[in-house]
């Protein structure tokens, strides 16, 4: 079975301040990771994905990503927060070789001027 | 192009009422899946089609919940005497061919709530 832990309902962080949002997974087998982001009122968005190739993934808008199998954690790092960063951020992981997405909770990113 | 649609946006209905969501997936998308979302969780999983065929339907959780895709473009999602705890964000995603690896591109969803 797979799952994602998400640690952090909510995250605050001051305009400029580097984001982090953490996601820890667990898998039976080499997973395929995801992050999306959820502005209000709209659909789900792709930030980045894990497939296997680079350990260091870069997104849209500035965002990044580490897989680290050690740690089995795939994290999502920004360096420099904009106050449009703000939105809901969710982790996924692949299910299986039919690929629905397993999502963890989601954090919740506000940026203070 | 166009991306993922879902009629309505909102839906009202009352318990015990059957209702209907649609998706339109993305043009060419063979794979197509049905998320719910309830409040202050992640989305998930209902039901995965292939084409035409029901792939995977181990998230449905009920017999009152039912899916369609006749012609391997459209999707609608059935609910059968709603019950207030079906109130949630039902999303939909389409994906090229449903591999582990592709992408899936979400609507903006229908949020369903049941008096």
């Known amino acids: 079975a797979q799952s994602v832990t998400q640690l952090g309902s909510h995250v605050s962080v001051s305009e400029g301040a580097l984001v982090l949002l953490r996601c820890n997974y667990s898998?039976?087998?080499?997973?395929?990771l995801f992050w999306y982001v959820q502005y209000p009122n709209q659909g789900l968005q792709l930030l980045l994905k894990?497939?296997?190739?680079?350990?260091l993934v870069k997104g849209i808008n500035g965002f990044e990503a580490e897989f680290k199998k050690s740690e089995t954690s795939f994290h999502l790092t920004k360096p420099s927060a904009h106050m449009s960063d703000a939105a809901e951020y969710f982790c996924?992981?692949?299910?299986?070789?039919?690929?629905?997405?397993?999502f963890g909770k989601g954090t919740k990113l506000s940026v203070k001027p | 192009g166009a991306g993922v649609s879902q009629t309505p946006s909102n839906k009202v209905t009352e318990k015990g009422k059957y209702v209907e969501l649609r998706c339109d997936p993305i043009?060419?998308?063979?794979?197509l899946y049905w998320y719910r979302q309830s409040l202050g969780q992640g989305p998930e999983f209902l039901i995965y089609?292939?084409?035409?065929?029901?792939?995977?339907d181990s998230g449905l959780p009920n017999d009152r919940f039912f899916a369609v895709r006749p012609e391997g473009s459209v999707s609608t999602l059935k609910i059968q005497r709603t019950e207030r705890g079906d109130s949630a964000v039902y999303l939909c995603?389409?994906?090229?061919?449903?591999?582990?690896?592709?992408?899936?591109?979400f609507g903006p969803g229908t949020r369903l709530t049941v008096l």
């Open positions: 894990y497939t296997s190739a680079a350990t």
């Open positions: 995603a389409s994906s090229l061919s449903g591999a582990s690896t592709d992408t899936q591109y």
């Open positions: 089609f292939q084409g035409t065929g029901a792939a995977d």
């Open positions: 043009s060419g998308h063979t794979a």
């Open positions: 996924a992981v692949s299910g299986g070789s039919q690929g629905n997405l397993i």
């Open positions: 898998s039976s087998v080499p997973p395929y």
